[in-house]
């Protein structure tokens, strides 16, 4: 946070399992001032997200109520309160927040519901804000968007509502696989083969059914014939990004896609779908939570 807090018209707060991100709003979109700090929805009891969020915004407070509006986990069932799921086929966002009880009257917080499937089942929260952010500022946008991440998510957008959608557990099983497998001692924790990647994602795409055999193979090859670490990195993430490519491709296949996220990220899948024959776009995924807090605000604002 800066030296000297702004005043806030509002706040904006994106609140994972991990994380705790939030922004001092001016009323029309700017930001005036923002913050971070380590208490995720993961590390704190119930009684301690008003206080978790009053050690980070309380200088960005007036005398009287500001609005927060806020996404992600901490309206989960193990959040602050909970916002329950609306039904896919329904726009990213409405006006039906959810107000989380504060003890402090400087404190008016709502949070954004998240959103689910039937069938097949599925849900997300936090990702709804990234694309009603997206479409807030696409508001003609007909096609796929992509959010990788520890659970990927690709969601079908038509007339601005979220039409369907799938979550792959990708990044999850990364993390899984390269550090607490026997493929930790063969994966770099860091380090890049482009090569290897693309290879490895067509391996995938064409055999998904081998994928088990060909994580083994990536152990195998380190103690027989030396592969490199980075190497290893490289074909574990193209391996599983080509399984969820191979899953996902009724999404993807002859769309317009639009991947939003971290670069790191949103990077290996442009060339993973590059290299299949689609073009997708970039959006920066902190910009697009940030438009749809801003956009969630607004609709509050205006239903006031």
Not at 73 to 101: F, H, I, K, N
Not at 156 to 182: D, N, W, Y
Not at 236 to 251: M, N
Request: charged share 20%; net charge neutral.
């Amino acid at each position: 946070m800066s030296s000297k807090p702004a005043k806030a018209d509002w706040i904006a707060v994106d609140w994972g399992t991990s994380h705790l991100r939030a922004w001092a709003m001016a009323a029309d979109g700017s930001v005036r001032d923002q913050g971070q700090s380590a208490d995720g929805m993961g590390r704190l009891s119930p009684d301690r997200f008003e206080p978790a969020l009053l050690d980070l915004v309380h200088g960005w407070l007036g005398g009287g109520p500001t609005k927060v509006v806020a996404c992600g986990m901490v309206g989960s069932r193990q959040g602050w309160t909970e916002a329950p799921y609306r039904a896919v086929p329904c726009t990213a966002l409405d006006t039906g927040l959810v107000r989380a009880p504060a003890r402090d009257l400087r404190l008016d917080v709502r949070v954004i519901p998240g959103v689910k499937q039937d069938s097949p089942a599925d849900v997300m929260r936090g990702e709804e804000t990234q694309v009603a952010g997206y479409i807030a500022q696409n508001p003609d946008f007909d096609g796929v968007l992509c959010l990788p991440g520890t659970h990927s998510k690709w969601a079908h957008i038509s007339a601005g509502e979220i039409v369907s959608f799938r979550t792959f557990m990708t990044g999850e099983m990364f993390a899984l696989l390269s550090g607490q497998s026997v493929l930790r001692h063969s994966v770099a924790t860091e380090g890049w083969d482009a090569g290897a990647f693309a290879a490895a994602v067509s391996d995938a795409i064409a055999k998904p059914e081998a994928l088990a055999a060909r994580f083994f193979s990536l152990r195998a090859e380190a103690l027989l014939h030396d592969l490199q670490g980075d190497t290893a990195r490289a074909r574990l993430s193209g391996l599983l990004i080509g399984a969820e490519l191979a899953a996902a491709k009724p999404y993807w296949l002859g769309q317009d896609v639009t991947l939003i996220g971290a670069s790191s990220l949103t990077g290996s899948y442009a060339a993973a779908l590059t290299a299949q024959g689609a073009r997708p776009t970039i959006a920066n995924g902190s910009a697009m939570t940030l438009a749809g807090l801003t956009a969630a605000y607004r609709s509050l604002k205006d239903s006031t």
